[in-house]
């Protein structure tokens, strides 16, 4: 155990109360990464409400057929806009933003991050595009109805707010990389003595890998969105088909960055996971390194596998099949990633605590996602499956399902360290029931309402698919109910919980090795690194 | 981690000014290669003459050559990546 | 044994990892700017003719001109590093000063550029642009976005070169303490790589 440093008295809410100014500009203007990793949660979680609102609305549209609730031009708006606050404001930014800056330093046994005020600029970039947007939606002739992948030529004619609306996903992108370029330079630069790269715990790693993605990409992203305002404002011609431009050549790439991006999504979750499953298995990782480097593998491989978003846009065959064989590739250090995991749990002594039922739950949803995934990854079925309710059923599996529910899992593993209380574990198991059954009546029940016929982002649908509609709200329904327990549960502790130790859970990376909350220099001394992660000693472990 | 100022490789001036002396050549060669109307001609210099230029810059003003392995890797990279997605675009492209 | 955590308040400085931070920064920019080369190249390979024909439109007297002086430029803010370096403060300045001023002249030759350009008609939209095959307008409407955000990349390297100017002025860059100059300066040469490739694919493509 650590001695305190003589002379220093820890306070007992470490971070939260040491800030260097007082109240409210002390979170606005700190540069301290666990402040900023908890106004990136704060606001995410607000954004995250928002577009499940809209998606509830979305849901009860589907549900009132004749006639319809919200007349066509709404529900175009309402699904553009869930997608981009849940992609932009949620999903992307997700684990990297808030877990990824709390623990990224205390794990490698850092102050902080390279960078700290580039930090702090991260989060007013994010507020910022984030306000930009909220100011799309009632300026100009209303929010966009493009859809969140604004393809054109539709985005450049359309009249809505295209423009703006853009221009706010252009300046969350700079978050994005500005992120993405601290956290590179923080693992090389600023690993304590004797932490080596293989003795970093795997979420780092899955920061690492995230971290490039998000800085060769997310570029691609920005002159694609600069190039829609161009064409919008000054009507270049690169998109337009008119003066000879080619809409496919936007399609390409938008999807250059924003396949990429849904490995942004993931690689973090995966990451948290395999933090979790060692710490309630009390076992180390099976497979540390194959980890590891298939967190670097599904990087690079899922960099090459755009075009199957474009399988029935009008691409050449040869570059569909090479596409579709790429594809079924990238799935493998995913796969690799899951056998690990389940090696671990085999002989394990399994302690089914709130973050490890969620946890094992991405393992199973992730599954289903990303089996899905490899189904529509072949050329003739997705001919059929394309731009059906089975594409929005597979990427919620897999973004919701596996970001979302990993999101959740590593909020229930970390949350003791982060804020110093405990929640109601009881509270937090009873939610998963709804969670969990409603998710699957939802999303399953898109999988077959696709396979039959059902096509997506349409306002109404045929008589023949009704009740499989009402299934999925149903569905829709059960889960937002649990997700209510879920967060009232943390809200309520957040106020009333029972001060949590250092170490509730028993695991063993740094993170457990200092106070919680941990105090604004994360350490009082630092602990000596000189052993691979994930070493249970049965005495340590309870 | 030592507060001591680290220092980078000083370049002499002579050594700089001799790469510009060379970066100018290059450009002319460009410019007459372009003026040729011998197409093969002018694409292959371009194709050649222009990385060879912009390593160059990235070599010796850049202070490339005297960084350490993994940055020039991570310069690998980058350019491979974008090299990759135009020809995976190229792909689709050169076929319809 | 373990060591005792320093206080939050020491500002630890890093000069390789904030070389580091620059690089990664230019990695994205090379991106960015290769969004337009992926279109360029795979337009190029849908229009030959027209970009061909596209290129002869151009003043490549111009272009060439603002090649050497964005390579003197590259020259100018390699030599101040090396000189501040070596302690020749002077030398520092007037070398940056020399490298602002070509980057204002590069300016200068892109505002006459342009302006020709659009007196001609030539620009989106523009009378004698419509008269223009498909493939020209794209090799304009590229040229116009490539030039453009290229010019707004120099711009922003002239204001932080001036920058730096007054940071030396101001003894805030010496000869011990100098990765802001240098990681200014890298990213001159960045602006600078681009254009190396944009003279070729834009003024020579005839």
Same mark, same amino acid.
């Given at each position: 155990m650590t001695n305190p440093a003589v002379g220093a008295v820890p306070a007992a809410w470490g971070y939260l109360e040491q800030g260097k100014r007082k109240g409210i500009f002390g979170w606005l203007l700190s540069t301290d990464h666990k402040r900023i990793g908890v106004l990136y949660l704060a606001t995410m979680m607000t954004f995250f409400s928002v577009a499940v609102l809209i998606g509830v609305l979305m849901r009860i549209e589907q549900l009132t057929l004749d006639p319809p609730l919200f007349p066509a031009q709404t529900y175009n708006a309402f699904f553009t806009l869930h997608g981009v606050i849940m992609i932009f404001l949620f999903v992307l930014p997700g684990l990297s933003a808030v877990f990824g800056n709390f623990f990224l330093p205390i794990m490698i046994g850092a102050e902080d991050v390279a960078f700290p005020r580039l930090n702090l600029a991260s989060w007013y970039f994010f507020i910022s595009g984030a306000l930009l947007a909220v100011v799309a939606l009632f300026t100009g002739n209303g929010p966009p109805d493009t859809g969140w992948t604004f393809y054109a030529p539709f985005s450049i004619r359309?009249?809505?707010?295209v423009t703006l609306g853009v221009f706010a996903a252009f300046i969350l992108g700079f978050s994005s990389i500005l992120t !993405?370029?601290?956290?590179?330079?923080?693992?090389?630069?600023?690993?304590?003595? #004797?932490?080596?790269?293989?003795?970093?715990?795997?979420?780092?790693?899955?920061?690492?890998?995230?971290?490039? +993605? =998000?800085?060769?990409?997310?570029?691609?992203? #920005? +002159?694609?969105?600069?190039?829609? +305002?161009?064409?919008?404002?000054?009507? +270049?011609?690169?998109?337009?088909p008119a003066k000879g431009g080619d809409p496919i050549l936007y399609q390409h790439l938008f999807w250059i960055y924003s396949h990429p991006a849904v490995y942004i999504m993931i690689v973090p979750a995966m990451g948290a996971i395999s933090e979790i499953i060692p710490t309630f298995a009390h076992r180390t990782i099976f497979g540390y390194r194959a980890i590891a480097y298939s967190s670097m593998a599904i990087a690079a491989l899922g960099s090459l596998v755009w075009g199957h978003h474009m399988f029935t846009s009008g691409m050449a065959d040869q570059a569909n099949v090479i596409f579709s064989l790429l594809?079924?590739?990238?799935?493998?250090? @995913? @796969?690799?990633?899951?056998?690990?995991?389940?090696?671990?749990? &085999? $002989?394990?002594?399994?302690?089914?605590k709130p973050a490890m039922l969620y946890a094992l739950t991405f393992i199973f949803l992730f599954a289903i996602g990303g089996l899905t995934g490899v189904i529509q990854g072949a050329l003739n079925v997705n001919v059929h499956l394309h731009d059906t309710y089975w594409i929005v059923g597979h990427f919620h599996y897999v973004m919701f399902g596996g970001t979302g529910v990993g999101f959740l899992a590593a909020l229930l593993y970390w949350f003791p360290k982060m804020f110093g209380k405990m929640y109601n574990q009881k509270m937090a198991i009873v939610a998963w029931f709804p969670i969990f059954v409603g998710f699957n009546m939802f999303y399953f029940t898109m999988?077959?309402?696709? &396979?039959?016929?059902?096509?997506?982002?349409?306002?109404?649908?045929?008589? =023949?698919?009704?009740?499989?509609?009402?299934? @999925?709200?149903? !569905?829709?329904?059960?889960?937002?109910? !649990?997700?209510?327990?879920?967060?009232?549960?943390?809200?309520?502790?957040?106020? $009333? !919980?029972? $001060?949590?130790?250092?170490?509730?859970? *028993? *695991?063993?990376?740094?993170?457990?090795?200092? @106070?919680?909350p941990p105090p604004m220099e994360n350490f009082e001394t630092l602990p000596e690194i000189h052993e691979r992660p994930y070493v249970f000693n049965p005495e340590i472990a309870r | 981690m030592e507060q001591a100022a680290e220092h980078g490789h000083v370049l002499p001036y002579r050594t700089l000014v001799r790469v510009w002396l060379v970066l100018l050549f290059l450009t002319a060669i460009l410019v007459i290669a372009s003026t040729v109307y011998h197409e093969?001609?002018?694409v292959w210099a371009m194709l050649t003459l222009t990385p060879l230029k912009a390593g160059l810059v990235f070599f010796y003003f850049m202070h490339l050559k005297y960084e350490k392995p993994f940055l020039k890797s991570m310069v690998l990279i980058t350019i491979a990546t974008l090299i990759i997605f135009i020809g995976l675009t190229f792909l689709d492209i050169l076929q319809r | 044994m373990s060591r005792p955590a320093s206080h939050s308040h020491a500002v630890h400085k890093?000069?390789?990892?904030?070389?580091?931070?620059?690089?990664?920064?230019l990695f994205t920019e090379l991106l960015l700017f290769g969004g337009l080369f992926i279109l360029y190249s795979t337009y190029r390979a849908i229009y030959p003719h027209d970009f061909h024909a596209g290129g002869q439109h151009l003043n490549a007297v111009i272009g060439i001109i603002n090649t050497v002086v964005l390579l003197t430029s590259s020259l100018t803010v390699a030599v101040a590093l090396s000189a501040i370096q070596k302690g020749s403060r002077r030398l520092t300045l007037q070398c940056l000063g020399a490298t602002i001023v070509l980057g204002i002249l590069f300016l200068a030759n892109k505002y006459v550029e342009w302006s020709e350009e659009i007196r001609r008609g030539i620009y989106p939209n523009g009378p004698e642009l419509e008269k223009l095959p498909n493939g020209g307008k794209i090799f304009y409407g590229l040229y116009y976005a490539m030039t453009g955000l290229h010019g707004l990349h120099v711009l922003a390297g002239v204001a932080v070169l001036a920058v730096m100017l007054a940071f030396v002025w101001k003894n805030r860059v010496t000869t011990t303490d100098y990765v802001k100059l240098e990681n200014a300066g890298l990213y001159w040469h960045l602006v600078d790589v681009i254009w190396i490739f944009l003279l070729p694919m834009l003024y020579l493509a005839a």
């Open positions: 359309t009249g809505t707010n !993405g370029l601290n956290f590179i330079t923080t693992v090389h630069r600023m690993r304590a003595p #004797g932490m080596h790269w293989h003795r970093m715990p795997l979420f780092v790693w899955s920061l690492y890998a995230t971290a490039w +993605i =998000q800085v060769l990409a997310t570029p691609i992203l #920005g +002159i694609t969105l600069l190039l829609v +305002i161009a064409e919008r404002l000054f009507g +270049i011609g690169v998109f337009d594809t079924f590739l990238v799935a493998v250090p @995913s @796969s690799i990633k899951v056998f690990n995991w389940t090696a671990t749990l &085999y $002989k394990g002594s399994i302690e089914l999988l077959v309402l696709g &396979y039959m016929g059902m096509p997506r982002r349409y306002f109404t649908h045929l008589p =023949q698919y009704h009740e499989a509609h009402v299934i @999925s709200s149903i !569905g829709a329904f059960i889960m937002a109910f !649990g997700l209510l327990l879920f967060f009232g549960n943390l809200l309520v502790a957040l106020w $009333k !919980g029972k $001060k949590a130790g250092a170490d509730p859970w *028993g *695991g063993v990376t740094l993170e457990w090795r200092t @106070s919680s | 093969a001609l002018s | 890093d000069y390789q990892g904030a070389k580091l931070g620059m690089w990664i920064f």
